[in-house]
């Protein structure tokens, strides 16, 4: 985003600058003409995104999707998940995006290309690239959950980032954030691959 306004501000001051020797130049023609170049930086900036279908695992009714969104080199996302119970549930990126198994757990352990302990995100101590964290469900069942991190990418082909072949893995319970691999967050309730 910061590239894209310093882009902007370089361009309308060359203009204003050129516009100042030609006095015939108006001020809507200038306008016009920094829209231009302001839509053909913002073409440049190539955005990545990705949906996904979570499908209920576990004999739950969890369903629901995720968006992923990756632009300046940072991937957004957001799950939207119904059908569960009220209260805390942890979500995480898994190994593989493999969804067939019935409980989920084809899709191998949490996401953890460095080898990391499990914690939650951003811990001094450590913590996996698909520690993601917990999120409310309120009394009919509908939560979601917002995250935004420069340490994913969407197919960049780069093993300790790229989030393509893996898994989103909904849980029964709340993740502790500290007990061993995966947070003690209970049974696995909606799986998603993570598939261009």
Same mark, same amino acid.
């Given at each position: 985003?910061?590239?894209?306004?310093?882009?902007?501000?370089?361009?309308?001051?060359?203009? %204003?600058?050129?516009?100042?020797?030609?006095?015939?130049?108006?001020?809507?023609?200038?306008?016009?003409?920094?829209?231009?170049?302001?839509?053909?930086?913002?073409?440049?900036?190539?955005?990545?995104?990705?949906?996904?279908?979570?499908?209920?695992?576990?004999?739950?009714? =969890?369903?629901?999707?995720?968006? %992923?969104?990756?632009?300046?080199?940072?991937?957004?996302?957001?799950?939207?998940?119904?059908?569960?119970?009220?209260?805390?549930?942890?979500?995480?990126?898994?190994?593989?995006?493999?969804?067939?198994? #019935?409980?989920?757990?084809?899709?191998?352990?949490? @996401?953890?290309?460095?080898?990391?302990?499990?914690?939650? @995100?951003?811990?001094?101590?450590?913590?996996?690239?698909? #520690?993601?964290?917990? %999120?409310?469900? #309120?009394?009919?069942?509908?939560?979601?959950?917002? %995250?935004?991190?420069?340490? @994913?990418?969407?197919?960049?082909?780069?093993?300790?980032?790229?989030?393509?072949?893996?898994?989103?893995?909904?849980?029964?319970?709340?993740?502790?954030?500290?007990?061993?691999?995966?947070? =003690?967050?209970?049974?696995?309730?909606?799986?998603?691959?993570?598939?261009?």
């Amino acid at each position: 985003m910061k590239t894209k306004y310093i882009a902007t501000a370089m361009i309308a001051m060359a203009l %204003f600058a050129s516009c100042k020797n030609d006095t015939k130049t108006t001020e809507k023609e200038v306008v016009k003409e920094v829209e231009k170049e302001v839509k053909k930086v913002e073409e440049e900036v190539e955005v990545k995104k990705l949906k996904l279908a979570l499908e209920s695992k576990s004999d739950s009714k =969890a369903t629901g999707s995720v968006l %992923f969104e990756e632009s300046n080199g940072t991937v957004k996302m957001i799950a939207a998940i119904h059908g569960l119970s009220e209260g805390t549930h942890a979500i995480h990126i898994h190994a593989k995006a493999d969804c067939s198994s #019935d409980d989920g757990k084809s899709t191998g352990g949490h @996401w953890n290309p460095t080898a990391q302990p499990h914690g939650a @995100w951003g811990a001094a101590e450590g913590y996996h690239k698909g #520690d993601i964290g917990n %999120f409310e469900a #309120d009394a009919n069942g509908n939560g979601q959950k917002t %995250f935004s991190t420069d340490e @994913w990418c969407i197919g960049c082909g780069d093993e300790k980032k790229d989030i393509i072949g893996k898994a989103i893995i909904v849980h029964q319970g709340t993740d502790d954030l500290t007990s061993q691999p995966s947070g =003690a967050a209970g049974k696995r309730i909606s799986c998603g691959g993570i598939i261009m």
